[in-house]
């Protein structure tokens, strides 16, 4: 069983920045693809950004490459999303998630495990 848990979300004007933070409960951290996905009021949940175990591959939806960062330290078990230039379109609940497949990390359905979530609001 893994535990994950969220901080960092807040209120941001555009072009703002935040950083996310997920703090993972296992000993076995670096054997798990990490995740964040948000979503936003009437919204399903989308797929932002993931990471591989060893963190040397990472994946971005097209909305927010170039801006925003996904990053993870297996020596400290917790995950990062660096945020950047935020738009209002951004403003959702942001969720941090772990699986242990090896495949489909740009959907929710792959992952086993999942935080309660962080709200990310920006105002334009």
């Known amino acids: 069983q893994v535990q994950l848990v969220e901080s960092g979300g807040g209120l941001v004007q555009t072009g703002g920045s935040l950083r996310l933070s997920c703090a993972a409960s296992?000993?076995?951290?670096?054997?798990?693809?990490m995740g964040w996905f948000r979503q936003a009021p009437g919204k399903e949940r989308e797929f932002v950004a993931a990471?591989?175990?060893?963190?040397?591959?990472?994946y971005y939806t097209d909305s927010v490459r170039g801006r925003f960062t996904i990053s993870r330290d297996n020596a400290k078990n917790t995950l990062a999303l660096q945020m950047n230039t935020l738009k209002p379109e951004d403003t959702a609940v942001y969720y941090c998630?772990?699986?242990?497949?090896?495949?489909?990390?740009?959907?929710?359905?792959?992952?086993?495990?999942w935080g309660q979530g962080t709200q990310v609001t920006v105002s334009s």
């Open positions: 998630a772990a699986t242990d497949k090896y495949s489909g990390y740009r959907s929710d359905a792959t992952y086993n495990y």
């Open positions: 296992t000993r076995t951290f670096s054997n798990y693809v």
């Open positions: 990471i591989t175990r060893s963190g040397t591959i990472t």
